[in-house]
């Protein structure tokens, strides 16, 4: 099946940092998408990608799909308290009508 | 507009006993899923389906799970008997079709002793 590779595994910042982190796969998707996750609660789509090399921004989220269609990217500019939880890259494509999601990316913010 | 309700929140059950989740999806979405995320790991597809049929059951264990939507509204998913390794948060997602991101309900986080 296909495999989600999703790196780093947990970040620790300081408040006003910028975040990067990544999501590789071995096969193609049509669609990425980025979640959020907080403690007992459900995953919160946070930005959508359609369309390979787009480049989508949600206030200080900024995603990208890339080229190649096997990856993508989430910043987070000035990082802030509330930023603080699990990150889920996922990929969707036509043949498979499921989401396939990463491991996570654990984000702590130190204020 | 309402989100996705799950319930019960919480349960606590012994192995090899059974056990059954909730879900209502948002109104008008066809598309429903039951995701199985244990602790450390992204979710996993249980089960998709599109109003009160099954589009993908690929990945639910059939000897002890089963899932039904009736009317293409509400669904349960359910697990006799269970097992140790069933320990996990169970979540449910609709979506108005299968190509744009789910809204996902808070999860029932079921821990099996």
């Known amino acids: 099946g296909q495999q989600l590779n999703q790196s780093p595994q947990s970040m620790f910042i300081q408040e006003g940092e910028d975040v990067s982190m990544n999501c590789t796969s071995s096969?193609?998707?049509?669609?990425w998408l980025w979640y959020k996750q907080d403690p007992g609660e459900g995953p919160v789509l946070l930005i959508a990608?359609?369309?390979?090399?787009e480049l989508t921004s949600n206030g200080r989220l900024t995603a990208q799909f890339g080229i190649t269609r096997k990856d993508s990217f989430l910043n987070i500019s000035a990082s802030i308290p509330s930023d603080v939880g699990i990150y889920f890259c996922?990929?969707?494509?036509?043949?498979?009508?499921?989401?396939?999601f990463g491991a996570g990316t654990r984000l702590t913010v130190k204020p | 507009e309402a989100g996705v309700a799950q319930s019960p929140r919480y349960k606590i059950i012994e192995k090899r006993q059974s056990v059954a989740f909730w879900c209502n999806p948002i109104?008008?979405?066809?598309?429903l899923y039951w995701y199985q995320q244990i602790l450390g790991q992204g979710p996993k597809l249980l089960i998709q389906f599109q109003n009160n049929g099954v589009v993908d059951d690929s990945q639910l264990p059939k000897d002890r799970f089963s899932a039904e939507r009736l009317k293409g509204v509400d669904s349960t998913l359910k697990i006799q008997p269970a097992k140790l390794e069933d320990s996990a948060v169970y979540l449910c997602a609709s979506s108005p079709d299968r190509i744009y991101g789910y809204t996902f309900g808070s999860g029932t986080r079921l821990t099996v002793v």
């Open positions: 996922a990929g969707q494509s036509y043949n498979n009508n499921d989401m396939r």
């Open positions: 096969s193609i998707f049509n669609t």
């Open positions: 990608l359609y369309k390979a090399g």
């Open positions: 109104s008008g979405h066809a598309t």
